[in-house]
């Protein structure tokens, strides 16, 4: 049963991937500041995703809600790991539990090595097709958001983060710690993080729920803004009293 909605904003910390800033959150931002004070993370120069989770502990307020995407859903199980008593509920969105396979260990190394050898322009243009659902590929709006915020990160935060995500910890087993209501939102053609690692998550955690957009890849925030928001909005109401 939904609860009833409080008069107060819930504190509400999303922390993005990598290569998105602010940009990847600004319609949830806009669109929850009703119910929520949004505070969006920014890992422009933590090396470690122990690192990254320890700036969100800074910066949140003793108790928050807390959604990551992606590289951000690896910090935000961290951030489980280091604080749960501080977390009102989590949202998990295009991520994983699980640490690279070897498959996704290359594909970091040879997108590192592109960019060491001065050719960081050319990273997101190869990546845009395991981002966004084929169907989009032609959106200039959505490819041109993504292609500005990997510009405003950066090549030295980029590689920064890279590391970090390869040398993060498999935390499958952790997952059935976690008490806190959970959402775990994706898209359903999210070919980084695919609709099996969800479920798998979804069955671990006590209490979730799952969510999935189908005609949308690994960026639900941008491909999906209204049904993310809508989805986190209910989110909210339900495990942080918003």
């Known amino acids: 049963m939904m609860a009833a909605r409080s008069s107060r904003r819930v504190p509400l910390v999303l922390c993005p991937g990598v290569l998105y800033d602010a940009t990847l959150w600004a319609a949830q931002a806009r669109d929850l500041a009703d119910i929520a004070d949004v505070r ?9 995703i122990r690192a990254m989770a320890e700036s969100v502990a800074l910066m949140a307020p003793p108790q928050f809600a807390l959604a990551g995407l992606s590289m951000g859903g690896y910090v935000a199980q961290e951030v489980m790991r280091l604080a749960p008593e ?19 260990r290359v594909r970091r190394r040879d997108l590192i090595a ?13 990546m ?26 950066g090549r030295d935060a980029f590689l920064r ?9 498999d935390g499958r087993e952790d997952l059935a710690a976690i008490t806190c ?7 359903r053609d999210d070919q980084l993080t695919p609709a099996d690692l969800h479920l798998e ?20 925030p941008l ?3 209204g049904a993310t928001t809508a989805a986190l909005r209910q989110w909210l109401a339900v495990g942080a009293g918003a």
């Open 40 to 48: 969006i993370a920014d890992f422009p120069t933590q090396s470690t």
């Open 86 to 104: 501080r977390v009102l509920c989590l949202a998990l969105l295009d991520t994983s539990a699980r640490a690279d396979d070897e498959g996704a």
């Open 114 to 126: 592109l960019a060491g050898r001065g050719r960081f322009r050319g990273v997101t243009p190869r």
């Open 128 to 153: 845009l097709p395991l981002l966004i659902h084929t169907d989009r590929l032609d959106d200039a709006p959505l490819t041109d958001a993504v292609t500005a915020m990997a510009e405003s990160v």
């Open 161 to 169: 983060q890279q590391e970090a995500v390869m040398a993060r910890v």
């Open 181 to 187: 209501p959970t959402l775990i939102l994706c898209g």
């Open 201 to 220: 998550m979804a069955a671990a955690i006590p209490h979730a729920d799952v969510v999935m957009f189908g005609g949308c890849g690994h960026l639900s």
């Open 223 to 225: 491909e999906r803004p």
